[in-house]
C-alpha cells in the first residue's frame, strides 16, 4: 500500500505563485514515475505535468504554457510542481498521483492517487 500526501495549495491573486508538494510512502518511490492531474469543478479530471524515475517530464502545454515546472527529489520521497504566473482558470483541486504504466498522460497509467489540494486563483 502506497500512501500520497498533497499539501502546498491555498488562495492566491492571480499572477501569484505556489508550489505543491506530494510525499509518497514507502521505499520504492525513485522506481516510478510520478504525476500531477487537476479537476475544476464540473469538469473532467486532466492531465498537468509528470516526470519518470529517470527525471523526463511531460506537461499539458495547453494547460500550463510553459508556466508549471515539475521536479521530483528522491531522497524526500517528494515530487514537487512550481506553480507561477497563475491564473484564475488554474483554480482545481490538484492530485498527485504514481505512474505504473502507459501513457503519462491518461489517468488509467496511475494506481495510487493522493487526496488532493484545492488551488484557488482571485482575478
Known amino acids: 500500500q502506497v500512501t500520497l500526501v498533497e499539501s502546498g495549495g491555498g488562495l492566491v491573486r492571480a499572477g501569484g505563485s505556489l508550489r505543491l508538494s506530494c510525499v509518497a510512502s514507502?521505499?520504492?518511490?525513485?522506481?516510478?514515475?510520478m504525476g500531477w492531474f487537476r479537476q475544476a469543478p464540473g469538469k473532467a479530471r486532466e492531465f498537468v505535468a509528470a516526470?519518470?524515475?529517470?527525471?523526463?517530464?511531460?506537461y499539458n502545454l495547453d494547460a500550463t504554457k510553459g508556466r508549471f515546472v515539475i521536479a521530483r527529489v528522491d531522497a524526500e520521497n517528494t515530487v514537487y510542481l512550481q506553480m507561477n504566473s497563475l491564473k484564475p482558470e488554474d483554480t482545481a483541486v490538484y492530485y498527485c498521483?504514481?505512474?505504473?504504466?502507459?501513457?503519462?498522460?491518461?489517468?488509467?497509467?496511475?494506481?495510487?492517487w493522493g487526496q488532493g489540494t484545492q488551488v484557488t486563483v482571485s482575478s
Open positions: 498521483a504514481r505512474h505504473v504504466s502507459g501513457s503519462y498522460q491518461t489517468n488509467v497509467a496511475y494506481d495510487y
Open positions: 514507502g521505499r520504492t518511490f525513485s522506481s516510478y514515475g
Open positions: 516526470i519518470s524515475e529517470s527525471g523526463g517530464t511531460w
